[in-house]
């Protein structure tokens, strides 16, 4: 079970997120500064939902106003295309 | 008994004070409203850079910091991305040239090893580099780091030393009696010290105003563009000389956004392309005109950027001070009160430094830097007569 994948651009495991809830991270943001979960090409749209789950069941409630804001852009576009 | 100080705020300044002091026979507790890095340690860039640092004292801490980052990796036992790979400040036009051939000719006269790289030995350097960079300055000596991970290291180490870590935990008011420090007040209840240090960054005013302090650190935010992934195309610091000419030249205010590209990769393979300067309070919303002009210059220095993709972008919020120096010893009006604050751009560079120097101070040891023009007192006299 600790095995799972949760973030597959970062290739962070279920195990890694509680271990992070264990050093006292109550936040998405909280989670991904501890081991990169969210930071990759997809920008948490896949792993986000699971995670707030997790948080949900293991923190409760509060952690979910500090979930990971929308940052420009939507979707990746070239540089040079702006 | 053993003395008792309270950090409060655990950025990289906080962590790293809280880390030196932990060498010390001290005891320790290290509070922050929310978590390690999570205020501007945990949305800034990650250079160390002595090149572009302002002359004088600053410059001199800047110089002891990275020595003592040289060996930080080791000292705490953990990969925080160290690199001394050096920095680069490019070039596009005579008239910047010689402004900068100038400060080269300064820093030379200090021991500072900068020279001045034509456009085709910039290139040999890094070959995505665009033929219109004439020339630049090159330092060996500027390095980079993690800030996070140093951030999260300091905290690990000094809490392996026996400090006490209480994240979600916000300092509400300063305890005092006849003007002498006695500890802090909390949202999770009274924290008692013999010393306390405001480590807090551009928050640092809410915590001194209880005392009826304030000082002039202001938000200054910054933006950053993060692209996708890339095999490793930059290897060190960049900065455009633009921006630091027209620093030089005091005319950096006539520069839309304060923008100025500095550029570099991750070990991820993301690079950090900043960024922007702008006082608008803590507004975090990101202009798309910004996104496109920092956008902008990254292509004109390295045209072969233009399809690569931008997959996020993020604000942070620099403790400016209206001399760009940090803000360093210990508050006259109150007895046992510190500050370490007001870092500017420059906290990463400055961290362990900082650290090591207040940790001196605060244990009553003799420091062998004059903190002098750093005190809080240069701020303070204006509001006094
Ligand atoms: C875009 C950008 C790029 C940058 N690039 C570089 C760079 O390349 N190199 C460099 O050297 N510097 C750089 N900087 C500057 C550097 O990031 C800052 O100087 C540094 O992070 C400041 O650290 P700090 O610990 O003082 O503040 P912070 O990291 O903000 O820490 C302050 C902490 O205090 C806590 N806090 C606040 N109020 C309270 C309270 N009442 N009770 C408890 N806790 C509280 C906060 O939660 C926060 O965690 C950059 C900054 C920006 C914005
Ligand atoms: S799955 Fe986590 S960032 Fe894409």
């Known amino acids: 079970m600790e095995k799972t994948c949760i973030c597959r651009c970062e290739g962070v495991f279920l195990e890694e997120i509680l271990q992070a809830i264990d050093e006292g991270a109550t936040s998405f943001q909280g989670i991904k500064k501890r081991n990169r979960i969210g930071m990759g090409h997809c920008q948490g749209r896949t792993c986000q939902p699971i995670v707030r789950d997790i948080l949900r069941k293991k923190v409760g409630a509060n952690s979910l106003f500090e979930l990971q804001k929308a940052q420009a852009p939507v979707r990746p576009v070239p540089l040079g295309k702006l | ?385």
């Open chain 2, 1 to 385: 008994m053993k003395q008792k100080v309270v950090v409060i705020g655990a950025g990289i300044i906080g962590t790293s004070v809280a880390y030196f002091l932990s060498k010390k026979n001290v005891n320790i507790v290290l509070v922050d409203a929310k978590d390690i890095a999570s205020g501007t340690s945990g949305a800034c860039d990650k250079a160390i850079m002595l090149q572009s640092k302002k002359w004088g004292p600053a410059l001199e801490l800047a110089i002891q910091s990275a020595t003592l980052y040289k060996d930080l990796e080791q000292e705490l036992q953990q990969d925080l991305e160290y690199r001394q790979g050096g920095g680069l400040i490019l070039i596009d036009n005579e008239q910047d040239l010689k402004v900068l051939q100038q400060t080269v000719e300064k820093q030379n006269s200090i021991g500072l090893n900068v020279k001045i790289l034509t456009g085709d030995e910039v290139r040999k350097k890094n070959p995505y580099l665009s033929e219109k960079i004439i020339a630049a300055s090159w330092c060996e000596e500027d390095a980079e780091i993690n800030p996070m991970l140093t951030a999260f290291a300091f905290a690990k180490a000094a809490h392996k030393n026996k400090a006490i870590l209480r994240l979600n935990c916000e300092v509400l008011d300063l305890v005092t009696e006849n003007n002498r420090i006695l500890g802090v007040q909390t949202t999770h209840g009274k924290i008692y010290a013999d010393s306390v240090v405001i480590c807090s960054g551009v928050w640092t005013n809410q915590i001194l105003k209880t005392v009826q302090l304030e000082v002039p650190i202001i938000p200054r935010k910054g933006i950053i563009l993060v692209t996708e992934k890339l095999p490793k195309i930059i290897d060190c610091n960049i900065l455009s000389g633009s921006y630091i000419v027209s620093k030089l030249q005091k005319e950096q205010n006539s520069i839309p956004y304060g923008i100025g590209l500095a550029i570099s990769q991750t070990k991820s393979g993301t690079l950090l392309i900043g960024g922007s300067r702008e006082f608008v309070g803590f507004d975090e919303s990101i202009k798309t005109k910004i996104i496109r002009d920092i956008a902008k210059q990254a292509i004109h220095a390295f045209p072969c950027l233009d399809n690569i993709h931008l997959i996020r972008s993020f604000a942070g919020f620099r403790p400016y001070t209206p001399d760009n120096m940090p803000i360093l010893g210990e508050i006259p009006s109150v007895q046992g009160l510190y500050i370490a604050a007001g870092h500017e751009g420059d906290g990463v560079a400055l961290a362990p430094i900082t650290g090591k120097l207040m940790s001196e101070l605060i244990t009553n040891q003799k420091i062998e830097f004059d903190l002098s023009p750093f005190s809080i007192e240069r701020f303070l006299e204006s509001t006094i007569s």
